[in-house]
Structure formats: structure tokens, C-alpha cells
Nanobody, 121 residues
Framework: QVQLVESGGGSVQAGGSLRLSCAAS????????MGWFRQAPGKEREGVAS???????TVADSVKERFTISKDNNKNTLYLHMNRLKPEDTAMYYC???????????????WGQGTQVTISS
């Protein structure tokens, strides 16, 4: 079983930056596909960025110019570098993982508890 723990969330002024981390642990016999999703109150959950097990990355058009995804395979840790943050980025951010390539599909097998990101103006 795979466990995911997110960290790095917090409160930041508009225009600031944050780096979210997602550490995967447990039985991981092969490379994981991992991704970030977010959900704001009253809004539908949306895919943000993914790093598939084949090395391919996908970033949502809404954040492509501001967010960057990276992965440290030695640490089984996924990162989301968020720059020039806007109030509309305020949401609970969830990390997801799967042994299949999932890109930004919503049916990942494993999910973290989430980390809150709040952007004030």
C-alpha cells in the first residue's frame, strides 16, 4: 500500500510563491505516476499538474505559466513550485499517485489528505 503526505501549504500574499511537497512511502516496487489536484469551496476538483512514471509531465492551462512540477525519484517525492500566486489559487491541494500513467485523470488509486493554500490580496 502507498501512503502520501503533503506539506508546504500556508497563507501567502498575492504575487508570492510556495513549494508543495508530497512524500510517498510504503511498498513501491516500480516508479509511480503522481499528480496534484485542487478543490476550492463550492468548486469542482481540478487537475493541476502531473508527473507520470514514464517521465512525461502535464500542467493545466490555467496555471501553466506560473506552476512547475518536479519529482525526486530517490526520495519518492513530488513537488509543485507555485509562483506569482493569485487569490483564485486558494484551495485544498491534494497529491495523488498510481502505478499506471494517469496524467490529470481523476481516478488515481492513492490520495493524500491535502494541504491548504490560501492567497490573500
Amino acid at each position: 500500500q502507498v501512503q502520501l503526505v503533503e506539506s508546504g501549504g500556508g497563507s501567502v500574499q498575492a504575487g508570492g510563491s510556495l513549494r508543495l511537497s508530497c512524500a510517498a512511502s510504503g511498498y513501491i516496487p516500480i516508479s509511480l505516476s503522481m499528480g496534484w489536484f485542487r478543490q476550492a469551496p463550492g468548486k469542482e476538483r481540478e487537475g493541476v499538474a502531473s508527473y507520470d512514471r514514464d517521465g512525461s509531465t502535464t500542467v493545466a492551462d490555467s496555471v501553466k505559466e506560473r506552476f512547475t512540477i518536479s519529482k525526486d525519484n530517490n526520495k519518492n517525492t513530488l513537488y509543485l513550485h507555485m509562483n506569482r500566486l493569485k487569490p483564485e489559487d486558494t484551495a485544498m491541494y491534494y497529491c495523488a499517485a498510481d502505478f499506471r500513467a494517469r496524467r490529470l485523470e481523476p481516478d488515481y488509486n492513492y490520495w493524500g489528505q491535502g494541504t491548504q493554500v490560501t492567497i490573500s490580496s
